[in-house]
């Protein structure tokens, strides 16, 4: 038999599920309205990355990219003795497995190439994989938890940078970057691609047949393809950085969004749930205080 | 038969057009202008002047470095920046060349001086904003 105490307690659940639900709706809100711009942005992105491309291949192959003395310092391949990678993570959580798939990816990463090497480190982008990479005890060179959600070029700027200088100075050997790559909205990938040195892109098909055409013909370079090349170069670790991020954003707002949908679905389903439990309990008491009446009318009666 | 003309930057596809007769653009190497069956060439952009021609209309608009390649009567411009004359706000070009004028002349410390290299490019590119703004929209 179900108490008046009992059935107050289970409106009171139903009344918290409900506000839970209001909350994941309105987040799930935010992150859909943001997500558009993220994915945008991404996909805006991919014109300049493939091109850019297809413009390193076809100078790679008029240019010595072997690793020679004459080459590019950021194509020089050297014996790695300190291995570091750039970690992409949101700064926020509840986006369901998105973090922890990414941070289980770099730790696989990192623990991959830790035997090979004297020392692994972290360049965190964002609280999640820095916290994370903390707590692992691994040492971070930097840190950028402040990008905001629509980061310009110029604000991945220094990222590139640290990793560009800090190569070029002979303080790091190789570098990867491992970000969430952005399927669709259901599904992100996590990505890790080795950035420094830089490896010249394969001729493949991804390319299409309007850059696989050109690489016969002869260009003209100026002022020479070392001289464009030494521009490109550095150009081309910023854009990968950049894409990586806005790829990373579109991610993040795209799992958030998902999560927060389910979780919004499941809270109604269980208020449905606690709505018909309420009622039933609601009915029986509602019967066994008549019954208590009823009997007790009888006995007076009789 | 025209040029095919797209320009795209790292952020976003500038603008991508098929009926170009002559495009003029600035170099390292110099400004050099491209007709209808040039050679195969890559170039890296140097921050000026674009004009496209189509039919007697000009198109400026001003590049910020990078490069262009043109292949078959398909030019592709992958520029760090680029904007056309409608999107200048003199204003605040000015205010930045400003800016950038007193960083460049002014007293610098060491550390201050490794930005000297992006403190005079940024001058150049405010510059560069102001004199084709004011070529296009008189002044």
């Known amino acids: ?302 | 038969m025209p040029l095919n003309v797209s320009i795209v930057t790292a952020e976003r596809e500038v603008s991508t057009r098929d009926d170009v007769q002559r495009l003029i653009v600035p170099t390292t190497e110099g400004q050099i202008t491209l007709l209808p069956g040039h050679a195969a060439l890559m170039a890296s952009l140097d921050i000026g002047e674009m004009v496209a021609v189509a039919g007697g209309d000009r198109d400026p608009m001003v590049v910020h470095g990078g490069f262009i390649q043109i292949l078959r009567d398909q030019v592709t411009v992958l520029a760090d920046a680029a904007e056309s004359i409608d999107e200048i706000d003199e204003a605040r070009a000015e205010a930045a060349r400003e800016r950038a004028a007193e960083r460049v002349e002014g007293r610098y410390t060491l550390e201050e001086a490794l930005d000297m290299a992006r403190a005079r490019r940024a001058l150049l590119r405010a510059q560069a904003r102001i004199r084709i703004y004011r070529k296009y929209r008189g002044m």
Do not use: C, W
């Open chain 1, 1 to 302: 038999m179900p108490g008046a105490g009992q059935v107050r307690a289970i409106r009171d659940r139903m009344r918290s599920v409900e506000n839970t639900a209001k909350v994941t709706k309105a987040m799930e809100l935010v992150a859909a309205s943001k997500m558009r711009r993220a994915q945008d942005r991404a996909l805006a992105a991919r014109p300049y990355a493939e091109q850019m491309r297809a413009v390193l291949l076809r100078l790679a192959s008029s240019t010595d990219t072997s690793g020679g003395d004459d080459s590019h310092p950021l194509l020089e391949q050297r014996p790695v003795s300190h291995f570091a990678f750039i970690h992409i993570t949101a700064n926020r959580g509840l986006a369901g497995g998105l973090n922890s798939n990414m941070n289980r990816a770099g730790a696989a990463l990192a623990l991959e190439h830790q035997p090979d090497v004297d020392r692994v480190s972290v360049i965190s982008v964002g609280r999640k994989g820095r916290d994370f990479f903390r707590r692992a005890g691994f040492p971070q060179l930097a840190e950028f938890t402040d990008l905001g959600d629509y980061p310009t070029v110029s604000d991945t700027l220094p990222i590139s940078r640290i990793v560009v200088n800090d190569y070029i100075a002979g303080e790091i050997d190789q570098v990867y970057i491992g970000f969430q790559r952005f399927v669709n909205t259901a599904i992100q990938r996590p990505t890790v691609r080795q950035i420094l040195p830089i490896q010249p892109p394969e001729d493949d098909e991804e390319m299409g047949e309007d850059v696989a055409a050109g690489g016969s013909v002869d260009f003209i370079f100026e002022p020479s393809p070392a001289g464009l090349l030494e521009t490109l170069l550095p150009r081309y670790v910023e854009m990968q950085v950049y894409g990586a991020i806005l790829e990373a954003m579109a991610s993040e707002q795209s799992a958030r969004m998902v999560a927060m949908r389910a979780a919004t679905d499941a809270a109604e389903e269980m208020v449905a749930g606690l709505t018909l439990t309420y009622n039933k309990a609601r009915q029986e008491l509602i019967t066994s205080e008549l019954l208590d009446i009823v009997g007790g009318t009888a006995a007076v009666e009789r």
